[in-house]
């Protein structure tokens, strides 16, 4: 492996933030894992409740854990009747709950540098009492059993909110910072329905095909799920839509439109594809640190993840390149507001607060993840752990191409995969149905 002979005196603390963030934040959510206890905010304020251990969770992705239940000396948002949308902002209520992964909502507790929460409180008056679940399906679990203000709902998360009218819509205009998102990230359908819209996007990604260009050749399209391995995949029922782009190539006839809306003989052939290796042959990993570990190991050489984990693997001396072109799969975490919400003055506040190119800076240098926000990019606040922020957030950005406007217009978002084929003859294949599939490929 070669190694560069001049590092940039960012890299150490590029490295170290990549492992924590890697290890527990971002579009890799995985099986659920303890979580710490209750603890204070910076401003010794709000509060956290860690949800328990999904003991039931494995790779499939099946959600078998309890829903979070506060501290003892949390004082969370009680539960309300719906109330009509939001349409213009009232005082705050006080408090507000968010329902939020780890890295998507910083108290300082973890590290200094990142609190954003404590600023929120002492601005807006709103005490924050934070609910962190361990996985996707923990989150899915606590948003539909347990009482919340607001959540950052991943896609398959928040398509369900929407279809159960969980969540309200969102009164965009009461938003200072709205239209500094990019109309792309602000119309994708994970978060509108017909003219509503139900989300305000947070933090986004995109997968990419990964390779050490030393041990492999570039397996572009469907030769990576071919190659002789081991091949890295992300287990997650939603890595059927990365084969199904395949298959989009390699058989147009099948008629694929939108991997993430299948008709049951594309899902089939999509599966047939990344059925065609297993056993030694492929590695799937829950949390890109898992991701990290194996490339760095020498133990897979080729895959599909996130942009800012090549970065990062060469900037420690690996020669991990991504093919050029290949298609690519992605998806947005967004802000909801619960239809029950017992604050949801403060839950305007905080997710125009979490729009701020400040907040989205700290968040996405967090959690390694592209900020909805481009101008966190190039934001410059005061002071060292500001500077250190500003050169994390820059790497990430340009790894992702938050720069470049036409980029993300040509990633295919995820949404909630649904029965309804829309323009199509025949019924398409929904959740439950790739959930089940992949927890058949993948164990």
């Not at 590092?7 to 659920?32: E, F, H, M, Q």
């Not at 929120?120 to 923990?138: H, I, K, W």
């Not at 297993?278 to 760095?296: E, P, S």
Request: a positive charge.
């Amino acid at each position: 492996m070669s190694t560069p002979t001049r590092r940039p005196r960012w890299l150490p603390a590029l490295l170290a933030s990549a492992a924590v963030a890697l290890a527990g934040c971002g579009g890799a959510r995985g099986p659920a894992t303890a979580d710490a206890g209750a603890a204070p905010s910076a401003s010794g304020s709000a509060s956290i409740s860690a949800s328990p251990s999904a003991s039931g969770t494995g790779p499939s992705g099946a959600a078998s854990s309890a829903a979070a239940t506060p501290s003892p000396s949390s004082s969370s948002t009680p539960a309300a009747t719906p109330s009509p949308a939001v349409t213009t902002l009232g005082p705050g209520e006080g408090s507000v709950t968010v329902l939020s992964y780890r890295g998507y909502a910083e108290y300082g507790g973890t590290d200094p540098a990142y609190n954003w929460v404590g600023r929120f409180e002492t601005t807006t008056g709103c005490r924050v009492n934070l609910r962190f679940p361990a996985s996707d399906d923990q989150l899915d679990t606590m948003a539909a059993g347990t009482a919340f203000d607001v959540v950052s709902a991943p896609p398959q998360v928040g398509g369900r909110l929407i279809a159960e009218r969980k969540v309200a819509p969102i009164t965009t205009s009461l938003l200072r910072n709205y239209g500094e998102i990019p109309s792309w990230l602000r119309s994708q359908r994970a978060i509108t329905a017909g003219s509503q819209v139900y989300g305000v996007p947070y933090l986004w990604g995109w997968y990419a095909t990964l390779y050490d260009s030393v041990e492999t050749r570039p397996p572009a399209g469907a030769g990576l799920y071919s190659a002789r391995g081991p091949v890295m995949l992300k287990d997650s029922p939603l890595t059927i839509a990365d084969a199904a782009l395949a298959v989009k190539r390699q058989r147009p006839k099948l008629g694929i439109g939108d991997p993430f809306n299948l008709t049951r003989p594309q899902l089939d052939a999509a599966m047939a594809l990344l059925g065609e290796r297993g056993g030694a042959d492929r590695v799937y990993y829950a949390r890109q640190v898992q991701a990290l570990q194996a490339f760095a190991g020498g133990s897979v050489s080729a895959g599909r993840g996130l942009p800012f984990l090549m970065e990062t693997l060469r900037a420690g001396g690996h020669s991990v390149k991504a093919v050029r072109d290949d298609p690519a799969t992605g998806w947005v975490d967004a802000w909801m507001v619960s239809a029950t919400a017992a604050s949801p003055n403060c839950a305007y506040r905080w997710i125009d607060w979490a729009s701020s190119k400040d907040v989205q800076q700290q968040a996405s240098a967090r959690t390694m993840l592209a900020p909805a926000n481009p101008g966190a990019c190039a934001y410059h606040g005061k002071g060292p752990a500001a500077a250190g922020r500003a050169r994390l957030a820059k790497a990430v950005c340009a790894a992702f191409r938050v720069p470049d406007a036409s980029w993300g217009k040509k990633v295919v978002f995820a949404v909630l995969p649904g029965s309804d084929c829309e323009d199509r003859d025949g019924p398409c294949t929904d959740y439950a149905e790739w959930a089940a599939r992949w927890r058949s490929l993948a164990g």
